[in-house]
């Protein structure tokens, strides 16, 4: 399996966007700088599809010097790009499709409609079927080691991809920066929405690596007891 770790910003109440799913960016510079130091340690990106079209990421280098450390790594120029799409509802027009610097491969499930999912393959260097109605992460994943050679995965959300790596076992370290700002709201999107767990034995447990303020931000870093799991660890590289 890759080593998966999800880095996320969120409000000091624990929200990552408005009530009305509108994303608008509110970290910091070196916040937006952490995110590319990241990246910069990863062979493929994945994000959901609602993250991708919201945001209008196109899961990039950041420019020359991440794209020469990801060289002195012995890493490609570029991260391999993946999305979940369990409908296969991924807007054509997304900006992410509009960059050609790396493959771009979409996860997906059997009830995507047929005529989705010959549109995406227009699109996509290659579409997955991972699942029947819901993506099997952990087959996923498992896909991805084997035919991609991703061993070091970066998950910038949205919360429901969070929510099925979370609920799968299969993420060993969250970055998490600590914002001061307060979005409130019932239906705020958080770090990990979707099914999550009904009992608390249940839940998925994480201890504290490290934590460092900048300015008004806190970043921290939480790591899975099941460590030595595997050996590579991105915050020994910056925090």
Known sequence: MPFVFVNMAMTADGKIAFASGEFVPFGSERDSKHLYELRATADAVICGARTVETTGTILGNGGDRFRRRRLKSGLTEFPLRVIVSGGGSIDPAAKIFQKRFSPIIVLTTERAPAKKLEQIRKLADEVKICGRTEVNIRTALCWLRAEWNVRWLLCEGGGGLNDALFRAGLVDEIHVT???????????????????FTKLALAERFALKSARRVKAELFTVFETPKAGRNSFQPSKLFL
């Open 178 to 196: 600590i914002c001061p700002k307060i979005f409130g709201g019932r239906h705020s999107p958080t770090i990990a929405d979707g099914a999550g």
